[in-house]
């Protein structure tokens, strides 16, 4: 088991302003969080809502207008290999193979640290670790949307980063590839115990992965407007969890946050086994995924 430490961590008073033709326009507004070594937190919210420019600031890609960003007790002022960030969009080198998508982060991480055998043995360890060690001398042209997904987490986690950043990260998927991602991260969170933070805009991916949900108010000036704790045990179950109590009291607290609290006019509902696909725009899994993984 991870040990957690308060603090590893601190979203401080964090405001950012964009310029624009009619003046400043403050994006978020005085957004505080205090993550803890190994903790699994998703931020959710509307369309607009600033989540991922959250993640960005995190990531030392944008600059905040006030506040900071402290990790380890260290302010983060640009990028860094210790926070490793996985897009919606894989953004893998179309003529490289998995294995060399890969080897360029560990290269850039690891050089002059680590002997060439020990570099390959570790770019194979990371591509094992998401299943992809049969394909990894296959281009992103030859595999799936899904599998190209795992080679970007791959390339992330051989980074060794302390934090690791998803933004939407499964967005794109089908529901069923969606689910084997979602067991697949949660194995790695198990053994690797990473500090993550992801960002979604399906509630029950939120409650299956998460320790806690920060729910983010409306923008313009966006801050942080609850926040949820997920009590249910680890390991889980996405069949199991369907019964439970606790699963089920997360998801109305976070569906009543979204849609009665600060609705908007679009929410779209599962219905029967068809699961809606999430989208960039106001959209919210109501009915718990019944895909299984392999």
């Known amino acids: 088991m991870t040990t957690k430490h308060t603090d590893h961590l601190l979203i401080s008073q964090v405001s950012i302003d964009f310029p624009t033709p009619q003046g400043p ?33 995190v990531a030392g890609l944008y600059q905040a207008t006030e506040g900071g960003v402290i990790l380890d007790g260290r302010e983060v002022n640009e990028p860094g290999p210790e926070r490793a960030v996985v897009f919606q969009n894989h953004s893998l080198l179309p003529w490289l193979t998995a294995y060399e998508n890969v080897e360029l982060a560990v290269k850039q991480v690891f050089k002059g640290k680590k002997s060439k055998a020990e570099m390959r043995e570790w770019i194979e360890h990371n591509l094992t670790l998401v299943h992809m060690d049969h394909a990894m001398h296959k281009r992103p042209d030859e595999i799936s949307g899904g599998m190209k997904q795992r080679v970007g987490i791959a390339r992330a986690l051989a980074m060794q980063p302390q934090v690791l950043l998803l933004d939407e990260p499964f967005g794109a998927l089908d529901a ?101 696909q999430p989208a960039r725009d106001n959209i919210v899994t109501l009915k718990p995924s019944t895909a299984k993984a392999a």
């Open 25 to 57: 326009f403050r994006a978020l507004d005085k957004v505080d969080l205090r993550i803890e070594k190994g903790e699994f937190v998703s931020i959710i919210g509307h369309s607009g809502c600033g989540k991922s420019t959250v993640l960005n600031i």
């Open 176 to 276: 069923l590839t969606r689910a084997h991602l979602q067991d697949s991260m949660m194995e790695i969170q198990a053994t690797l115990g990473n500090t993550v933070i992801m960002i979604t805009h399906d509630v029950d991916e939120a409650v299956l992965l998460s320790d806690r949900i920060v729910m983010m108010s409306n923008g313009p000036a966006a801050s942080v407007g609850d926040i949820v704790q997920v009590n249910l045990p680890r390991p889980r179950n996405r069949v199991a969890m369907a019964e439970s109590v606790e699963y089920m009291r997360c998801r109305k607290a976070v569906l009543s946050f979204l849609y009665e609290r600060h609705g908007r006019k679009t929410v779209s509902v599962s219905v029967e086994d068809e699961e809606v």
